[in-house]
């Protein structure tokens, strides 16, 4: 069983910022790539940053220079800091993770995600 907790989502004002961080537990052989995805309200899905196992990271054209994705590999946890937020970054965040899990002799890999947690920007 594998589980992934968010934390850090709230309500924040126009300009402020948020730390979400996102811990998998549970057993595994390894966590590859891990990400941040949100859901407005009434929208699809998106992806909003990606990070690799060694690191490399991707962003949404919507939050480059304002989020940044990091992880770190000995506690399984993903972070996603979040800098001059505005209403629009207003959405229900999830965290994902790519996990090679082990089912007898055989392993493979799987996405796992979160139960999301809320971020609310507005004055």
């Known amino acids: 069983q594998v589980e992934l907790v968010e934390s850090g989502g709230g309500l924040v004002q126009p300009g402020g910022s948020l730390r979400l961080s996102c811990a998998a537990s549970?057993?595994?052989?390894?966590?590859?790539?891990m990400g941040w995805y949100r859901q407005p309200p009434g929208k699809q899905r998106e992806l909003v940053a990606g990070?690799?196992?060694?690191?490399?990271?991707n962003y949404a054209d919507s939050v480059k220079g304002r989020f940044a994705i990091s992880r770190d590999n000995a506690k399984n946890t993903v972070y996603l800091q979040m800098n001059s937020l505005r209403p629009e970054d207003t959405a229900v965040y999830l965290c994902?993770?790519?996990?090679?899990?082990?089912?007898?002799?055989?392993?493979?890999?799987?996405?796992?995600w979160g139960q999301g947690t809320q971020v609310t920007v507005s004055p």
């Open positions: 990070i690799t196992s060694i690191g490399t990271t």
């Open positions: 994902k993770a790519d996990v090679r899990v082990r089912n007898g002799i055989v392993s493979y890999n799987y996405d796992f």
């Open positions: 549970g057993r595994f052989v390894s966590v590859n790539a």
